[in-house]
């Protein structure tokens, strides 16, 4: 029998990552954070995927985080902001040698797990899929894409990759995450936050081309001072080419503010921005928009961290 993967996080990732883990016949649990949506996920009978417009259900038993099931792999898919919280309360239900998958945007949030929960192997996880509720249990995979898995500090692939294989999850163990991360890390903050300075799709960057630029060039000076210089490498080109290939689609950040929902600035501009101070490396440009766009969030009521 395979081992139970419990998903953490009913959003649009964590929702496409146990729809497909139950599509294959691999057991799979979800933990709901309070007996209130526990019992409005059983009202509802499972989980639904919708791919090329056919919608399947699928049956996904769940569990409220106080559950006292051991839990030995943990999906943990929920936004950077609320993930040390929600892990925190499931520390005591870890296994020993428990294995944890952060499906995290930007950096800061994974070693924040990690240090809590120091008896547990913490895999760092990044996904170019796309996906997006369009109503509570119900996923739309809008667009394949791939997963990259690593660990830093044990390179050695576990064995549960197969299950991802049997799921039909595209994927890669990764013996360079940290930079993989990084260059994910750069693309963002080059991009998301000024899609929602001009209120903008993606392609509305290309009438900002000296800004793009001048944020790239100090995004590189702090990739090379991080250790990360094959993140930096043509970072510039890569930003260019995904502002073309995505044109007409809004950021997740400006998706983010147009529905009113809090952003994850802190793991993605505001980690960026931190990490250059402690560095010691002065990137104006850099520090210039993190403050407009704190300056823009808080116009809006919305949290500014």
């Known amino acids: 029998m395979s081992t139970t993967w419990h998903v953490l996080g009913a959003g649009s990732l964590g ?15 979800l933990v709901l954070r309070d007996t209130t949506r526990l019992q409005a996920y ?3 009978g499972g989980l ?3 791919e090329h417009g056919e919608a399947q259900h699928y049956a996904v038993p769940a569990e409220t985080a106080d559950s006292t099931q051991p839990i030995n792999r943990l999906l943990v898919a929920c936004k950077a902001y609320d993930t040390e919280s929600a892990v925190a309360r499931l520390a005591p239900r870890l296994a020993p040698g428990a294995e944890l998958i952060l499906l995290q945007n930007g950096l800061g949030s994974q070693d924040a797990v990690a240090a809590q929960v120091p008896q547990a192997r913490c895999i760092y996880a990044s996904s170019t899929e796309g996906a997006f509720r369009d109503g509570d249990w119900r996923v739309v995979f809008a667009g394949h894409g791939f997963t990259w898995l690593g660990d830093a500090s044990h390179p050695v692939a576990p064995i549960w990759l197969d299950d991802l294989s049997t799921a039909s999850i ?7 995450i940290l930079t993989r991360l990084w260059r994910k890390l750069a693309l963002n903050c ?3 936050p000024l899609t929602v300075l001009h209120d903008c799709r993606n392609g509305g960057l290309q009438q900002h081309h000296c800004e793009v630029a001048t944020l790239c060039g100090e995004l590189v000076e702090l990739l090379e001072r991080c250790g990360q210089p094959a993140a930096a490498e043509n970072l510039q080109q890569e930003v260019e080419r995904v502002i073309h290939a995505t044109a007409a689609n809004y950021s997740s950040m400006h998706q983010d503010v147009t529905s009113k929902r809090r952003t994850e600035i802190s793991y993605l501009l505001g980690y ?18 993190e403050s407009r766009l ?10 500014s961290d």
């Open 170 to 176: 595209p994927h890669e163990w990764s013996t360079d």
């Open 190 to 192: 080059a991009i998301n």
């Open 15 to 29: 929702t496409l990552w146990a729809t497909r883990l139950a599509r294959a016949g691999v057991p799979v649990r």
């Open 294 to 303: 704190i300056a823009r969030l808080q116009s809006l009521g919305l949290p």
């Open 48 to 50: 639904t995927l919708v």
């Open 42 to 44: 059983e009202a509802s």
């Open 272 to 289: 960026a921005c931190k990490v250059a101070g402690r560095h010691q490396l002065n990137l104006p440009h850099l520090n210039q928009l």
